[in-house]
């Protein structure tokens, strides 16, 4: 039998946050499998579901509040963006004593596709046991919503013009009960069409680097979004630096043409795509644009970025690990 939300944690109980309509319900439909799968690796979490958006960013606050220091995250990238941001709210304990793990069972999962997380439970399970850790960059944004200034936690990648236009359209559809695994390059296509470059100006660590018509940006930490695309592919997770990558004005027909590059890592090799990192950006348009973080449509430009170095502790698969050790001894 599962343990109870109730129980009292000992220093290693963990807390299960299940958004049940993540990845068209599998949240709720797969608790019991991934339940049992858990108690067979030891780990009989307390536990409890979403009711509403924004919601897990509550529940982590009062699990950290109520004495747990290890969280399972049972969702997709949006999930995980809420408790990510419920850390930073809660003030008990630092960010960093706080142990994040996912089981994914989103749409886009691209949060674990940077640290080698399996999609299969049996598999990601096996990680949350052997628990092997990693402490990650994390970003503050700042952006308008209803002419107000507002500011929340990326824990991943943010998209800028054309890239929140997709998933502005992408979350529209799945609002209105549309699912599939080819929905998000279905939402990107249709958007070619629609969507223009925009007059925009960056600033990276107080430096003027754009300063004209660009058609996307994507802020990362980690090197994927939109459901497996690597707009930010060489990004390091904890550096402590953002990548940024733009996209000059660029016609349909030449996105179209090079709509792999957005996915094969070839990114950097087409002219009009410039690389640039820093600790603080900032990002002004006209007319305003959108921009979406970490799967999450937020608000409209003017927006800041700025680095928190290895701000956060997660569970990450031991191959990540191993390549990470490689990579710091070249």
Request: hydrophobic share 40%; net charge positive; glycine share 10%.
């Amino acid at each position: 039998m599962d343990t109870p939300v109730t129980t009292t944690p000992g220093p290693d109980q963990w807390f299960a946050i299940i958004n049940p309509v993540a990845g068209s319900g599998r949240g709720l439909k797969d608790w019991p499998t991934i339940s049992r799968i858990l108690r067979e690796h030891g780990i009989m979490p307390g536990f409890v579901f979403t009711e509403r958006k924004y919601h897990a960013i509550e529940l982590a606050v009062e699990a950290v509040n109520n004495g747990y220091r290890k969280l399972i995250v049972v969702g997709g990238d949006g999930t995980i963006h809420e408790v990510v941001n419920g850390l930073f709210i809660q003030k008990v304990v630092p960010t960093t004593e706080v142990l994040i793990s996912v089981i994914a069972v989103g749409t886009g999962n691209d949060w674990i596709r940077m640290f080698g997380i399996p999609r299969k439970y049996s598999e990601a399970i096996r990680a949350i046991s052997e628990g092997h850790s990693f402490l990650q960059d994390v970003a503050t944004i700042s952006f308008f919503k209803s002419q107000i200034q507002q500011e929340r936690y990326m824990a991943n990648v943010a998209g800028i013009g054309f890239d929140a236009f997709v998933n502005h359209r992408y979350n529209q559809l799945k609002e209105e009960g549309r699912y599939s695994k080819w929905l998000y390059i279905w939402s990107a296509l249709k958007s070619v069409m629609q969507y223009s470059s925009t007059g925009v100006r960056i600033w990276i660590d107080d430096k003027l680097v754009v300063n004209e018509l660009v058609y996307s940006a994507t802020i990362g930490i980690g090197k994927f979004n939109g459901g497996g695309m690597r707009q930010t592919p060489a990004a390091i997770a904890d550096d402590g630096l953002l990548d940024v990558t733009v996209i000059r004005k660029i016609s349909k027909l030449g996105v179209l043409r090079r709509f792999n590059a957005l996915y094969n890592g070839q990114i950097y090799r087409i002219k009009k795509i410039s690389l640039d990192r820093g600790r603080r950006i900032r990002i002004e348009s006209t007319p305003e644009i959108r921009v979406e973080v970490d799967g999450e449509a937020l608000g409209y430009s003017p927006f800041e970025f700025e680095i928190i170095d290895r701000a956060v502790r997660v569970v990450v698969s031991e191959k990540f690990l191993r390549e990470e050790v490689k990579r710091r001894g070249s």
